[in-house]
């Protein structure tokens, strides 16, 4: 990549950046007003009405919302629901799905379970009746106010296909879950012998197929790296600028070297997170079939995530009494932070998950 086309991609990031910040002014935006703005379909193909652009320009977008703390399913519709309809194999009605989420009529949502890296997968099994949906996922991001779901599933010969579903079909149950973060909508879901039509069964592209939730968890763990570096660097500035001001003893409490080092460990956090963050960004752009995607994914999970908790919480402590209070709203940060490093894996179970791949690469030697 060549020096000019790098800085017209990071003035277009800037850009959209700014936007983001500006439409995110409200951290309850209106979802007709992402839709307006073109947020769903930024990574769609502009034959089925999206913008044409890349992953890299919705993790701009996912940042910005971390920033905020907004509310809303746009990263569960962004990371989940058009990363699993680009890689399903064309058919009319996936299509239709793809064009309506771009525009944003319709809120898609992947039934992927967000706690741990586990999957409990849905199964489909042949009846007399017909194909029946069998299986169940815990904290589903999103699921509460889902227009459709997208349950990743194993048919009867063991391959991991995409099922389209009505929220409100017979036999499924979508129960919210009460969380600590108070700007995320959870919910569990529960299929009992849900009727499969053929039209509604999609199999994933190859080359897709064989690690289609792998690939699914990988990217959905990005993106919520994404929202925690974002939120870090929120707690970062309202940290900065409140110690520039509060004054004690006749000094503003930024002249404090313990002060001032507290800050300085907050801001080689966010550097080493948004490197981390950018990394894992490109991976998933580039090579998100291999094995590099993953790791890369797994290490901006658990710093960018296990960090945010630490930098939402020096900053409460920074900012004294008032931190602790509901009206501050950094608790908001906090208890999003602390979301953020429990979905789609814990720091320690990606830190694990690092180790098996680099013990597997360079075993360890004894004596060595």
């Not at 973060?181 to 994933?204: N, Q």
Request: with cysteine; hydrophobic share 50%; aromatic share 6%.
């Amino acid at each position: 990549m060549n020096s000019n086309h790098t800085d017209d991609l990071a003035e277009l990031h800037a850009e959209v950046a700014a936007v983001a910040r500006e439409l995110l002014a409200d951290s309850a935006p209106r979802w007709a007003t992402i839709a307006q703005a073109g947020w769903p379909g930024l990574e769609v193909s502009a034959a089925f009405d999206g913008a044409d652009a890349g992953f890299a320009e919705v993790a701009v977008v996912l940042t910005e919302i971390g920033r905020a703390a907004a509310s809303g399913p746009y990263p569960a519709v962004a990371a989940l629901a058009v990363g699993a309809l680009d890689h399903a194999v064309p058919t009319p009605d996936r299509d239709r799905l793809l064009r309506e989420t771009a525009v944003g009529s319709v809120v898609p949502i992947v039934a992927l379970a967000a706690e741990g890296m586990e999957e409990k997968l849905f199964r489909i099994e042949d009846s007399p009746r017909g194909p029946l949906l069998r299986g169940a996922a815990d904290f589903v991001l999103d699921a509460p106010g889902a227009g459709r779901l997208l349950v990743p599933a194993v048919d009867p010969a063991g391959e991991v296909v995409l099922v389209d579903l009505d929220p409100h079909a017979r036999g499924l149950l979508v129960t919210e879950r009460p969380v600590l973060d108070a700007t995320r909508r959870l919910g569990d879901i529960v299929a009992e012998d849900v009727a499969v039509s053929p039209e509604s069964l999609w199999h994933f592209e190859d080359g897709y197929r064989c690690d289609a939730l792998g690939r699914l968890r990988d990217r959905a763990a990005v993106a919520v790296a994404c929202d925690s570096l974002g939120l870090s660097r929120a707690m970062l500035d309202a940290t900065v600028a409140h110690v520039a001001v509060r004054e004690q003893f006749g000094r503003a409490i930024g002249s404090f070297q313990a002060v001032k080092h507290a800050c300085a460990d907050m801001l080689v956090q966010v550097t080493v997170a948004a490197k981390l963050v950018d990394a894992a960004v490109r991976a998933q752009t580039v090579c998100a079939s291999g094995a590099d995607a993953a790791t890369s994914a797994s290490m901006a999970k658990s710093y960018a995530c296990a960090t945010a908790v630490d930098i939402a919480g020096k900053a409460m402590q920074l900012h004294g009494g008032m931190g602790y209070t509901w009206e501050s709203g950094i608790h908001v940060y906090l208890k999003r932070a602390a979301l953020n490093r429990s979905l789609f894996g814990s720091p320690a179970q990606h830190r694990a998950r690092l180790a098996r791949r680099y013990s597997v690469q360079t075993p360890h030697r004894w004596g060595a």
